[in-house]
């Protein structure tokens, strides 16, 4: 198994910044590939950035492109995500997410931190 958790959610105002944090704990051989995903209220939740176990392959949603950066330490078993130029769209909940394979299913998930961009 694999605990998940979040942290660095908040208020800020658009155009602010906010760094989450995502650290795991267990089986963490079976974090290679992390991301981060949000739900806004009344939407399904949808993928934001993924990074592979080396970080030489990340990926984001075109919604966040260059204003989002996911990053991780293996040594620390702890993902980022640094969000920039935020705008009130972006608000949501955030969540941290695990998996093993490239194809696989995200199995593990943290329990989400709220990110509230005010106009």
């Known amino acids: 198994q694999v605990r998940l958790v979040e942290s660095g959610g908040g208020l800020v105002q658009a155009g602010g910044s906010l760094k989450l944090s995502c650290t795991a704990s267990g089986h963490t051989f079976s974090t290679n590939f992390m991301g981060w995903f949000r739900q806004a209220l009344g939407k399904e939740r949808e993928f934001v950035a993924g990074?592979?176990?080396?970080?030489?392959?990340?990926n984001c949603a075109d919604s966040v492109k260059y204003r989002f950066t996911i990053s991780r330490d293996n040594a620390q078993n702890t993902v980022w995500l640094q969000m920039n130029s935020l705008k009130p769209e972006d608000t949501a909940v955030y969540y941290c997410?695990?998996?093993?394979?490239?194809?696989?299913?995200?199995?593990?998930w943290g329990q989400g931190t709220q990110v509230t961009v005010s106009s």
């Open positions: 997410a695990a998996k093993d394979g490239e194809y696989g299913s995200w199995l593990y």
């Open positions: 990074i592979n176990w080396s970080g030489s392959s990340r």
